[in-house]
């Protein structure tokens, strides 16, 4: 079940993506959609996750998401507004280098005598990303990223996904 924060954080999206899809519908042919999941090391815990992939230039390209994962005590999630620049290779692959902003939001439960407390955190943090992009102009194209997001604690991120058209 998603915590308070994690359901502010959604019910945000939600409002937004309201006013953006006038603006998305006009533009979705150059927009692509997003699935991914993986693991985060440090608290040890997969996740799941959404994104879009617009770009901005031919090489590079703005991708913001955002991943839920699946701690045992408390909620877990990230909203990270990434850009990326595809190195300009001869391969059927994609590869890219990139960072951004994460925003990390946590909700800590801790048990005190009988009952259970949680603590609210929100936290900003710094992306550094690097992938590796199969089925280059394939409507659907799996992709493998690390990810180091910097803050006080400091997590590698390992991801698998999917890119539709």
Request: glycine letters at 12%; proline letters at 4%; zero cysteines.
């Amino acid at each position: 079940m998603l915590g308070k924060t994690t359901g502010r954080v959604v019910w945000m999206l939600a409002v937004t993506g309201l006013f953006l899809v006038p603006a998305l519908a006009e533009a979705q042919r150059d927009i692509d959609l997003g699935v991914r999941g993986g693991l985060y090391s440090d608290a040890e815990a997969g996740f799941v996750g959404f994104e879009l992939l617009v770009p901005i230039t031919r090489s590079w390209y703005f991708n913001p998401n955002y991943e839920y994962v699946f701690v045992d005590d408390g909620d877990l999630s990230t909203l990270n507004l990434d850009a990326h620049y595809d190195l300009p290779i001869r391969s059927p692959f994609y590869v890219w280098l990139g960072g951004g902003l994460a925003v990390i939001f946590a909700e800590d439960e801790f048990r005190r005598g009988r009952r259970i407390e949680t603590e609210d955190d929100t936290e900003i943090g710094a992306n550094l990303l690097a992938g590796l992009g199969f089925g280059k102009g394939q409507a659907i194209r799996p992709y493998v990223q690390g990810k180091f997001i910097i803050a006080d604690e400091t997590e590698a991120v390992i991801a698998v996904g999917l890119r539709f058209f």
